[in-house]
């Protein structure tokens, strides 16, 4: 069966703290992996993806993850983040089909 | 270029009533997906198509629940009766294909509340 499992349903930080937000999947194939974001009220929109090649990538805002294979983890990263990157964000899998974590709301104290 | 266009962006409707969410993908698409969004549950797939043919229909939640696509523009989602547990954001969401990298679109959302 292919699922997905974000560790963390609420994460409070203040501004230009480093955030890591965890995902872990589980599928025995081959898989796309992408982390969307949803500001509040608003609809989900990329962040980034990785479909092959270099497991580290780079997304829009500052925010990256490392796809490490082995661990069935796609983490993701932003090194210092601002009051306006409050938001929940979802990791999605790919595998036989597009499934959803359960989302991870942030909260950014100015 | 439009993105996913979904109609009604609010709804409020009593319970039994016929409730019929409407979508339009992004031109070209071929993959539609459906989602529900609620706080107890998050973000579930409740039906994909795939060159409007339903690929997965196993998110539907029982038979109350319906969806079609007609064509490649247009999908609906129908709930009859409704019920109030069926208050949520509905998503429907576009890609082209489920290939490779291929990213899914989502539309604004159809915010429904079943009194």
């Known amino acids: 069966a292919q699922s997905v499992s974000q560790h963390n349903h609420h994460v409070i930080l203040s501004e230009a703290a480093s955030l890591e937000l965890g995902c872990n999947y589980s599928?025995?194939?081959?898989?796309?992996l992408f982390w969307y974001v949803q500001y509040p009220g608003q609809h989900l929109q990329l962040l980034l993806k990785?479909?092959?090649?270099?497991?580290l990538v780079k997304g829009i805002k500052g925010f990256e993850a490392e796809f490490i294979k082995s661990k069935f983890s796609f983490n993701l990263r932003k090194p210092s983040v601002q009051w306006s990157d409050t938001a929940e964000y979802f990791c999605?899998?790919?595998?036989?089909?597009?499934?959803f974590g359960a989302g991870t709301r942030l909260f950014v104290k100015a | 270029d439009a993105g996913v266009i979904q109609s009604p962006r609010h709804e409020v409707t009593e319970m039994g009533q016929e409730v019929t969410l409407r979508c339009k993908p992004i031109s070209g698409h071929n993959s539609l997906f459906w989602y529900r969004q609620t706080m107890m549950r998050g973000l579930e797939l409740l039906i994909y198509f795939n060159n409007n043919v339903p690929i997965d229909d196993s998110g539907m939640p029982e038979d109350r629940f319906s969806a079609k696509m007609p064509n490649a523009s247009f999908s609906t989602l129908k709930i009859q009766p409704s019920e109030p547990r069926d208050s949520a954001v509905y998503f429907c969401?576009?890609?082209?294909?489920?290939?490779?990298?291929?990213?899914?679109?989502f539309g604004e959302g159809s915010w429904l509340t079943v009194v």
């Open positions: 969401a576009s890609s082209l294909g489920q290939g490779n990298g291929n990213t899914i679109y």
């Open positions: 999605a899998v790919r595998g036989f089909k597009t499934i």
């Open positions: 990785y479909f092959s090649g270099d497991p």
């Open positions: 599928y025995g194939g081959t898989v796309n």
